[in-house]
């Protein structure tokens, strides 16, 4: 390794990271909580050090150049090997001791977090849990970025390379306003059932929609144009409706609290996701991270209880 040939600093690598997101050097600056004359100094020896320019202004504020776009993803990957290599040292003695910053997608987050975070800080005592909610995509992203350590997703959804640690089945059910010709059936539904249902669904972006669409698709149901943003408005806008919907078992008690919806369970084999802990490939915490799996398994077990 030509040691000798490498003068610059992660630091230097920062400030160019940060210029680069926030395509200015004042908000750069203030990101990085130092002066924007400071950092702008440290730019300008990184750039004479590689003998490239990196950023261009013009009217519309910082431009990377084309050496840029080639440096700076490579900065970010060396960015996220020292966090690695930080994490490592520190988490040596006790890996599972101090911040873990977690992220959870909406359709499981509200219905596993009252059973699952209690049972992680018992498990693991000595942790300190940074919860974010949000969309698989951005998820996914942030765990990519190195600003989330693991996350809660369905496996059916896209997560890329994200390594991960299962969790457990989520199925999912038929839910019908009382009243409805499918709520007086009184045995487990078919999928072929949905044939001739109009079924409302979750807005786009959501995984869980994207697995439900399949099924309506597969099976001919007609999909409502108004498209709920979270499980709770789905359930409501159901119940005074007169089309039905699919929910996951994990949110039936929750959002099904005051019995509005009849629900049915499907014949086996029934619709499901997968749901688990994923994070970064190669990430220092790999091995720890699995052991976060035991006590989630036994909190799903306890919040699918009624569904």
Request: glycine letters at 6%; proline letters at 5%.
């Amino acid at each position: 390794m030509r040691f000798a040939s490498l003068p610059i600093t992660l630091r230097q690598l920062q400030y160019a990271c940060a210029v680069a997101e926030q395509r200015s050097f004042r908000k750069a600056a203030a990101l990085c909580h130092v002066s924007q004359p400071s950092l702008s100094a440290q730019i300008a020896e990184l750039e004479r050090m590689l003998e490239v320019q990196l950023f261009e202004r013009d009217r519309r504020g910082v431009l990377l150049t084309r050496a840029g776009e080639a440096v700076i993803p490579r900065a970010r990957a060396l960015l996220l090997a020292a966090d690695d290599v930080v994490d490592i040292a520190t988490r040596h003695a006790d890996p599972l001791a101090g911040l873990l910053r977690v992220g959870v997608i909406p359709t499981i987050g509200p219905y596993l977090l009252p059973d699952l975070d209690p049972a992680l800080r018992e498990a693991f005592p000595k942790l300190r849990l940074q919860w974010t909610e949000d969309k698989t995509e951005t998820l996914v992203g942030m765990l990519g970025a190195g600003d989330l350590d693991v996350a809660l997703l369905a496996l059916e959804a896209e997560i890329g390379e994200l390594e991960y640690a299962k969790v457990g089945e989520d199925p999912f059910v038929l839910a019908a306003p009382r009243g409805h010709a499918l709520a007086a059936r009184r045995s487990a539904v078919t999928l072929e059932t949905l044939a001739d249902a109009k079924v409302y669904l979750l807005d786009d972006g959501h995984c869980f929609r994207e697995q439900a669409a399949d099924l309506c698709a597969a099976t001919g149901a007609e999909q409502q144009e108004f498209r709920a943003t979270s499980l709770t408005t789905l359930v409501q806008l159901t119940g005074s409706g007169d089309g039905v919907t699919i929910l996951p078992s994990l949110a039936v008690e929750v959002e099904n609290r005051r019995a509005q919806l009849v629900i049915r369970k499907f014949r086996r084999p029934a619709p499901r996701r997968t749901i688990v802990f994923a994070w970064r490939r190669g990430s220092a915490l790999a091995d720890s991270l699995r052991e976060l799996a035991d006590p989630a398994r036994r909190a799903l077990a306890v919040a699918t209880r009624g569904g």
